[in-house]
């Protein structure tokens, strides 16, 4: 069983600010650092740099905390998809999901106050807050109380780095839960769950890693055994040969170790024998197989649209039929197989999206069949394949919404626009998020339905999508949940990865990026997908778009796309560019590539053709 948590019980009465300013003095900022940025996911730097800011944020996340009068918070120790050398800190909110964005601006200041005597005044300020939000009724040395959950992935430099967070957190007299090595959706669910008065109560509330597996597999088992039954009229239930082991490249991270966990569970279910279909999981590249994400894991496997290198020693001869990857902190997932002709196929997050909307629309409407009680849609980014988007518009039917790039945005995205909200980035990271209506629609259709037969298509639809939200880990992407429901769902529909894949054809696509003298010349709508300056750059981006459409002849069908966009990193804008064929595509992306050096300051001599253009 998973060990149990070390928890440090704290006081919620901080120690003098001589201390705290000790502390913080002893972790300076590093001169190679001139300001901490807080990105789409946390602070994420070369290791060594990070101590000054973890010591900070261990602080921080007390506060964070008290600032919610004891709502319970998390601090993840990991850089994700980067290599081994990096690290990084995700903040979790008490929802279980991303820091909120005013106090991400409180976080970056703190993060960067020049002085020790600078961080405390910040800290007064914050605790000041929180004291007159939730007073304390005895004294007026204690802030509210503090409990602050802690996580870390498998990087060497992890376990100190942790170290550092728990001591900064306690100095402010938090409580503080360490869990160990975890994934970050881990993590960000033991947040989720602590808080259970924010929980819906159709989720059972499981606060630690033996709860996490249990609600994960004991949902996924629920939803395999609504499949095909006598009576039911519809196909699928049974597990194809093609599908009944699969092989989980776990990036050499901490995902690998976490699904063995589920090993023991499905063992159990399949010796009950009222759960069939569970397929065999098969995990290679642990970590010591190889180099954490370094040719192996989501983010290789999408980018390069490569097979993983299977480091394991174990792995020859292992089938690739049915194959998904994780990245390193386990929160981004894609599939893929190699055919009989040994040709590599990619299911990427795209294709996730749809298989998932479409899934629950389908059942949603074997209940509403008017389908007007719960509003259900996509999110996607500009990055998203034109391909996909067409389909979720004319095939699934459902509504589509773009965001801007990065997962804060498309998952505020998804809760602001509708009751079930699908998103999934290319890369794979991504989940569902279910509103208030949906929760009030399923107690509705249960008093309905009540007393029907188990095999009414209705019923089954019901039962289907009452175990979805245990099984989906909306706090944020999760690797091990979102594969458990995909395979869940291809079990019922009877397909293998070669059906789910000829849904439609991704359009060949193309991503670069151009160095320019400073950035911020260029600027776009808010969701990316339209220059807005410099002035005549969007222009002449659509006579190339124009231009290709009728090169390719595209008429009603997919029409090329281009957009660009300002790194949130360096001094360069990034490309994307996708049409018909790969030539147009990279085609496209070099007259783009042209004009963003022409017209946005390009540094040194122009771009060299990827292929052809018609400047």
């Known amino acids: 069983m998973p060990a149990s948590p070390k928890i440090y019980h704290g006081n919620s009465t901080p120690l003098p600010d001589k201390e705290l300013a000790a502390l913080i003095d002893a972790h300076p900022k590093p001169a190679a650092i001139s300001q901490y940025s807080y990105g789409t996911a946390g602070f ?3 290791a060594s740099l990070l101590p000054c800011v973890f010591v900070r944020m261990g ?5 964070r905390s008290a600032s919610l ?20 800190m995700k903040l979790a909110d008490s929802h279980g999901g991303m820091l909120d964005a005013a106090w991400e601006m409180h976080a970056v200041s703190l993060a960067n106050a020049p002085t020790s005597k600078d961080a405390l005044a910040l800290i007064h300020t914050l605790s000041d807050y929180s004291t007159g939000h939730h007073p304390s009724s005895t004294t007026t040395t204690k802030l509210p109380k503090m409990v602050v959950h802690i996580g870390r992935d498998t990087r060497s430099h992890s376990p100190p780095l942790a170290a550092l967070v728990i001591r900064a957190a306690r100095a402010m007299g938090a409580t503080v839960i360490d869990h160990g090595e975890v994934s970050t959706p881990m993590l960000h669910h033991f947040v989720m769950h602590a808080n259970g008065h924010l929980l819906p109560s159709i989720i059972p509330q499981r606060c630690n890693e033996s709860g996490y597996y249990e609600i994960m597999a004991m949902s996924y088992a629920t939803l395999l055994r609504t499949g095909a039954s006598v009576g039911s009229g519809i196909s699928g239930g049974k597990r194809l040969p093609s599908t009944s082991k699969l092989v989980i490249d776990g990036a050499c991270g901490i995902g690998a170790l976490k699904i063995e966990k589920f090993q023991r569970i499905f063992a159990m279910l399949r010796a009950e024998g009222c759960t069939t279909g569970i397929p065999m999981l098969h995990t290679v590249n642990f970590p010591g197989d190889g180099p954490l994400n370094e040719n192996c894991g989501a983010e290789f496997v999408q980018k ?17 039929r049915y194959m998904t990857s994780y990245d390193g902190d386990a929160d981004r997932v894609v599939f893929h197989y190699e055919d009989e002709g040994g040709k590599f196929h990619l299911l990427d997050g795209d294709k996730i999206a749809v298989l998932v909307s479409s899934f629950i629309q389908e059942e949603l409407r074997c209940i509403d069949p008017e389908g007007k009680a719960v509003k259900c849609g996509v999110v996607q980014t500009a990055y998203a394949n034109g391909s996909s988007t067409l389909y979720l518009k004319n095939v699934v039917k459902t509504n589509v919404v773009i965001a801007k790039t990065g997962v804060k945005f498309v998952h505020a995205a998804a809760h602001h626009h509708f009751d079930v909200g699908v998103y999934f980035e290319a890369n794979g990271h991504g989940t569902v998020l279910f509103g208030p209506k949906f929760y009030d ?12 037969p188990r095999h009414n298509r209705a ?20 690797a091990m949940s979102d594969m458990l429901l995909v395979d869940a ?13 000829k849904l439609y054809a991704d359009m060949p696509s193309k991503q670069t990026k151009v160095k320019v003298a400073d950035r911020t010349v260029i600027s776009t709508n808010d969701n990316e997908t339209a220059a807005t300056a410099p002035a005549a750059l969007q222009t002449a981006l659509q006579s190339a778009m124009d231009a290709m459409a009728t090169e390719e002849n595209a ?3 997919p029409k090329p796309r281009c957009f660009v966009r300002p790194s949130g990193t360096e001094d360069a804008v990034r490309v994307y560019a996708e049409a018909n064929s790969q030539k147009g595509a990279d085609s496209l992306a070099s007259e783009a590539m042209m004009l963003i050096h022409k017209l946005c300051g390009g540094v040194g001599a122009p771009p060299q053709p990827l292929i052809t253009n018609r400047l």
Not at 441 to 452: C, E, M, P, Y
């Open 44 to 46: 994420r730097y070369e």
């Open 59 to 63: 602080i921080f996340a007390a506060l």
């Open 69 to 88: 009068g004891g709502e319970e918070v998390g601090a993840m120790i990991t850089a994700s998809h980067n290599a081994e050398p990096d690290n990084g």
């Open 304 to 320: 390069q649209q490569l097979p993983p290198t299977l480091y394991t020693k174990s792995a020859g001869g292992v089938s690739k």
């Open 441 to 452: 629609f399923i107690a509705s259709a249960d008093a309905r339905l009540r007393g029907t």
């Open 459 to 478: 019923n089954i639809a019901l039962r289907r999508l009452r175990a979805l939200p245990a099984l989906v880990n909306q706090s944020v992407g999760d």
């Open 489 to 501: 769902i291809l079990l019922l529909r009877g397909w293998d990865l070669s059906t789910w894949a």
């Open 555 to 557: 008429g009603n069908g």
